[in-house]
């Protein structure tokens, strides 16, 4: 006989206890071991803790003693820094509605920062999500818990934000939480199975317990709006609802057949490469072999016949060191794929389209170029021309300017980084050059080099470097009143140099100083005409991220506005690339 388990909630964790006859499934196993991010709240004022999922737990980067026992509203705060912050407010709004309505509460996706460790230098980093809250009722229909699920949208969200030139990797979840999801959760299996054999001789508890709190959670599992399915090698002994209606089965007993044969029925093929997936390949059986895993699936929905995506998470359940059977969940991206599949190629022809014009205007405007400068030097030119010929050769120096930021930003977005040539180079020397070159350029303002004491030998790109320079000083000086100074000015920083650029300017609002080195933004709406594309500072911060530094802007109306940007003394192997943009 398999001993029965029953559950007890203490407050801080569930304890298993044993007792005769025949076990319900593990439920408490399974919930903890779902790959999605679920927590369980009670109805309560504080909508206090009381389970998590372990996948819960890696997303946020807490532990169940962080949040059991603890009000949910409390746990994650907002960023003090962002005055726009309502991450709380609307989480409270749908746990309410939900409480409410009695029915599911789907929200949009949500700006909700998480607070980073202390030990991880504190503040918050940005993140995004899509929250579902479902209730669970009890047989009188009143709402016994709240099951929220989860899902971290941040890479999608600033994908979509950015419109990035390719693809770079699947969403937050699909390419960063859940491999490491499926890396660890054979340790929590370890972990669980500790914990139930050294408590099972403390405590029995009745039959009848045991069946109320097994209901609980399989009440639980049902409400999970993500299909879960669970089985071993002969078929799925049990899936909730969401599992049937996402792939088109209408009983349970459809599913209850050899997994091989499920696979063949619903011609799964892979979502990567598009190859059809061998028996061995799907992932539940991986996880039957003790191999925990995620992949995306392509399969045919059975009452429709149309192509459906999932992402397809599937563990091993274990008892002891025997693996019983397999859990598996599936979240339906089929539309994230298809806007994503849209972004992709939109980005991909815009930024195409700019190298090729970029390109194909060069030629002819060097041709201008020459031409015009020739004349200038010609000692035939009527006098009453000449002044029309600067006006040219002027205009086609802008052109020429407008057209290398482009070609720069194609580089940045579509071909992977601005390319950099390091040699040694003297930013002392590098930035008395850039400020004698915008002196020129503007005899009327006073730009000033503050040097403090150091050394300021490296092995950077000279060339790039002074574009950067001159971008961050034109940048200073367009937005800043004619009658007051630049500065530049010089830090050793040990393994890195510092360089500050300071001009006393209005103050860049709070709201765009955050996205202020994206492309095709300005700090300003008023102010200075300027003649760029926007894309001076993007650029700037494209060649620092070349070798290996990081810029950063601090502005308000007391101070001005300062660009430091920090630049270790040698480039890292892999950001060195030569003119054609390879190692």
């Known amino acids: 006989m398999v001993a029965v388990h029953r559950w007890e909630f203490t407050g801080t964790s569930w304890l298993t206890f044993a007792m005769p006859p025949s076990p319900p499934p593990d439920f408490q196993q399974l919930f903890e071991q779902l790959p999605g991010a679920y927590l369980v709240a009670l109805p309560d004022a504080d909508f206090t803790l009381m389970a998590v999922s372990d996948a819960y737990l890696r997303a946020t980067g807490t532990t169940r003693e962080d949040l059991l026992g603890h009000p949910l509203l409390e746990l994650f705060p907002d960023n003090r820094e962002d005055p726009n912050a309502a991450g709380v407010h609307d989480l409270r709004a ?3 509605r939900t409480l409410t309505t009695r029915a599911p509460d789907t929200m949009a996706v949500r700006k909700h920062d998480l607070q980073r460790p202390e030990a991880e230098g504190g503040g918050f980093e940005e993140r995004y999500w899509r929250p579902l809250t479902t209730p669970v009722l009890s047989p009188e229909g009143e709402v016994r818990y709240l099951l929220h699920r989860l899902e971290d949208v ?6 979509s934000r950015e419109h990035t030139a390719a693809l770079q990797g699947r969403t937050t979840e699909a390419k960063g939480e859940s491999p490491h999801r499926a890396q660890t959760l054979q340790a929590d299996n370890q972990e669980l199975r500790a914990t139930q054999e050294r408590l099972l001789t403390e405590r029995t508890h009745t039959a009848e317990e045991m069946t109320r709190d097994a209901a609980i959670l399989q009440a639980i599992l049902q409400a999970i709006p993500d299909g879960l399915y669970v089985g071993d090698a002969t078929g799925i002994k049990l899936a909730n609802r969401p599992a049937l209606e996402m792939l088109g089965f209408q009983s349970l007993e459809e599913l209850n057949q050899n997994v091989a044969s499920l696979g063949e029925r619903l011609q799964n093929h892979s979502a990567e490469d598009g190859h059809r997936l061998a028996p061995e390949e799907e992932p539940f059986m991986r996880a039957f072999r003790g191999k925990a895993t995620t992949q995306e699936v392509r399969a045919r ?16 359940v274990c008892i002891g060191d025997d693996i019983i059977g397999a859990v598996a969940v599936n979240t339906d991206i089929t539309e994230r794929k298809h806007i994503e599949e849209e972004l992709r190629q939109t980005a991909e022809f815009r930024e195409r389209f700019l190298g090729i014009v970029s390109h194909d ?15 200038m030097r010609s000692e035939d030119i009527i006098p009453k021309h000449l002044t029309a010929v600067r006006r040219i050769a002027l205009s086609a120096e802008r052109m020429e300017r407008m057209i290398s930021d482009l070609l720069d930003f194609t580089r940045g977005r579509l071909g992977g980084g601005i390319p950099i040539s390091p040699r040694p180079a ?8 850039v400020r004698e070159e915008l002196e020129i350029g503007h005899p009327q303002r006073a730009l000033r080099l503050s040097v403090h004491a150091g050394h300021f030998r490296g092995e950077w790109d000279a060339d790039r470097l002074t574009q950067l320079l001159g971008n961050l000083g034109k940048n200073a000086l ?17 393994e890195q140099v510092c360089v500050e650029v300071h001009n006393e300017g209005p103050a860049i609002s709070p709201d765009l100083l955050p996205h202020l080195f994206e492309p095709f933004r300005r700090a300003t709406d008023k102010g200075h005409p300027t003649s760029g594309l926007g894309l001076g500072l993007f650029i700037a911060q494209q060649i620092v991220r070349a070798h290996g530094g990081h810029v950063e802007a601090r502005s308000s109306q007391e101070e001005g506005t300062t660009f430091t940007l920090w630049l270790p003394r ?3 192997v892999s950001s060195s690339r030569g003119p054609d943009g390879t190692p």
């Not at 941040?154 to 994908?159: A, E, G, M, P, W």
């Not at 929905?301 to 091993?316: K, Q």
């Open 94 to 96: 749908s746990l309410e």
């Open 154 to 159: 941040t890479d999608f969200v600033r994908l």
């Open 301 to 316: 929905h059975l009452l429709t016949g149309r192509d459906v995506v999932v992402r397809c998470a599937a563990a091993p």
């Open 361 to 375: 205007l060069r030629s002819p405007l060097s041709a201008i170029l020459l031409s015009s400068n020739a004349l």
């Open 426 to 433: 003297n930013l002392r020397a590098l930035c008395q050059q």
């Open 478 to 494: 367009d937005y800043s009143p004619t009658d007051t100074p630049v500065d530049f000015v010089l830090r050793d920083e040990g």
């Open 570 to 572: 040698s480039v890292p």
